[in-house]
């Protein structure tokens, strides 16, 4: 059986999720994992049982043992740990959004390239089973030529906050909207987006100098069209403990519709429970299944981000890995949200 060593930098809560996902993969036979805060470091160490504990990212990302790279810290610090695993030549798995500016992607992108090293980013709800057969559907031309496409994606305004609050240059479309841009521009891949035109509100989020919520309209080469939007409007104790999601595909031959608001699993627990993503914030009632990486279940984790997790290792033991969005795709969707993020700003369209 191939197997392979992960550095895992950042053990944060998706740090932690992606660790406990490599743990549970036979193929994974060394694990390393990083953060600068002691405490995280150690709980996320033992929790996962790894071999190399670190405070050092370079230490983990060079080590001999280590074949592939996931990159979890926050937002802001993505760059320097994937650029430096991109240059060794060693698959990198980044989460969402890429990087933060079109600079720092071109130069991973640019170091992967001149050896051949994977650069992969976390758009995990592509590994969502129902956004999987929205792909499939596309591409076996069940759809005929998608047209016309939208898209919406909601989270509560606790993961607006929580975002907001660690990252100063990010924004509910670079942070959220981006996964289903991602999705959009997957089902509509071969097309080009070649303009941007989006409004945005600005009430809740104001003392953070971040807009609420944000609508855009993207036109691509051939005339097709999509609308997307997001919002980090929803209430902190909304039952969906994450996000709320719906895309509709409308093609030449057929349509698709997927209603991904969780309502088909209700919990109301005789106690409060608290949300995965914020736990400081308790729930009456959830929609089990809301919760965008998946769950841990029986002291086991399954879900979209432990499936994402499968196919970046199978990827580097050279066995596949469908479904992962490359650097080159997400540098796209990172700067068509940038684009956005312009639009509502200076309240013109803007070309990509």
Same mark, same amino acid.
């Given at each position: 059986?191939?197997?392979?060593?992960?550095? +895992?930098?950042?053990?944060?809560?998706?740090?932690?999720?992606?660790?406990?996902? =490599?743990?549970?993969? *036979?193929?994974?036979?060394?694990?390393? +994992? =990083?953060?600068?805060?002691? %405490?995280?470091?150690?709980?996320?160490?033992?929790?996962?049982?790894?071999?190399?504990?670190?405070?050092?990212?370079?230490? #983990?990302?060079?080590? %001999?043992?280590?074949?592939?790279?996931?990159?979890?810290? !926050?937002?802001?610090?993505?760059?320097?740990?994937?650029?430096?695993?991109?240059?060794?030549?060693? $698959?990198?798995?980044?989460?969402? *959004?890429? +990087?933060?500016?079109?600079?720092?992607?071109?130069?991973?992108?640019?170091?992967?390239?001149?050896?051949?090293?994977?650069?992969?980013?976390?758009?995990?709800?592509?590994?969502?089973?129902?956004?999987?057969? #929205?792909?499939?559907?596309?591409?076996?031309?069940?759809?005929?030529?998608?047209?016309?496409?939208?898209?919406?994606?909601?989270?509560?305004?606790?993961?607006?906050?929580?975002?907001?609050?660690?990252? /100063?240059?990010?924004? $509910?479309?670079?942070?959220?909207?981006?996964?289903?841009?991602?999705?959009?521009?997957?089902?509509?891949?071969?097309?080009?987006?070649?303009?941007?035109?989006?409004?945005?509100?600005?009430?809740?989020?104001?003392?953070?100098?971040? %807009?609420?919520?944000?609508?855009?309209?993207?036109?691509?080469?051939?005339?097709? +069209?999509?609308?997307?939007?997001?919002?980090?409007?929803? $209430?902190?104790?909304?039952?969906?403990?994450?996000?709320?999601?719906?895309? !509709?595909?409308?093609?030449?031959?057929?349509?698709?519709?997927?209603?991904?608001?969780?309502?088909?699993?209700?919990?109301?627990?005789?106690?409060?429970?608290? =949300?995965?993503?914020?736990?400081?914030?308790?729930?009456?009632?959830?929609?089990?299944?809301?919760?965008? /990486?998946?769950?841990?279940?029986?002291?086991?984790?399954?879900? /979209?981000?432990?499936?994402?997790?499968?196919?970046?290792?199978?990827?580097?033991?050279?066995?596949?890995?469908?479904?992962? =969005?490359?650097?080159?795709?997400?540098?796209?969707?990172?700067?068509?949200?940038?684009?956005?993020?312009?639009?509502?700003?200076?309240?013109?369209?803007?070309?990509?």
């Amino acid at each position: 059986m191939k197997e392979t060593g992960v550095a +895992v930098i950042g053990a944060g809560g998706i740090g932690t999720l992606r660790a406990h996902s =490599c743990h549970q993969i *036979p193929q994974v036979n060394f694990l390393a +994992v =990083c953060d600068i805060v002691p %405490d995280k470091l150690d709980k996320l160490a033992k929790s996962s049982k790894a071999d190399l504990a670190t405070s050092d990212f370079r230490k #983990a990302i060079s080590d %001999d043992r280590v074949g592939a790279v996931i990159v979890s810290t !926050d937002e802001e610090n993505h760059h320097a740990a994937a650029a430096l695993a991109a240059e060794l030549g060693k $698959p990198v798995l980044i989460e969402k *959004p890429f +990087v933060l500016t079109l600079d720092e992607a071109d130069d991973i992108i640019a170091k992967a390239g001149g050896n051949g090293a994977g650069v992969f980013i976390g758009y995990t709800q592509r590994y969502r089973k129902r956004f999987l057969q #929205a792909k499939h559907a596309a591409v076996t031309g069940q759809l005929g030529d998608i047209v016309m496409a939208l898209g919406k994606i909601y989270v509560t305004r606790a993961v607006g906050e929580a975002v907001a609050s660690r990252s /100063p240059n990010t924004t $509910p479309s670079i942070n959220t909207g981006t996964y289903m841009v991602d999705l959009i521009l997957w089902y509509m891949e071969g097309k080009k987006p070649v303009e941007v035109y989006a409004k945005a509100t600005r009430k809740v989020f104001a003392p953070y100098n971040r %807009d609420d919520s944000q609508w855009m309209i993207v036109t691509f080469d051939d005339g097709s +069209v999509a609308t997307i939007g997001t919002s980090w409007l929803q $209430p902190r104790h909304w039952p969906a403990y994450t996000a709320t999601m719906e895309i !509709d595909l409308q093609g030449t031959t057929g349509s698709l519709n997927i209603d991904d608001a969780h309502r088909d699993v209700v919990l109301v627990p005789g106690d409060p429970i608290p =949300c995965p993503y914020t736990p400081q914030y308790n729930v009456d009632v959830a929609f089990l299944g809301s919760a965008m /990486p998946g769950d841990f279940l029986l002291g086991e984790f399954f879900g /979209p981000m432990k499936e994402e997790t499968d196919a970046f290792i199978r990827h580097a033991l050279g066995m596949g890995g469908v479904g992962l =969005c490359t650097g080159e795709q997400a540098r796209t969707v990172l700067a068509l949200t940038m684009a956005a993020d312009k639009s509502a700003k200076i309240g013109k369209p803007v070309a990509l």
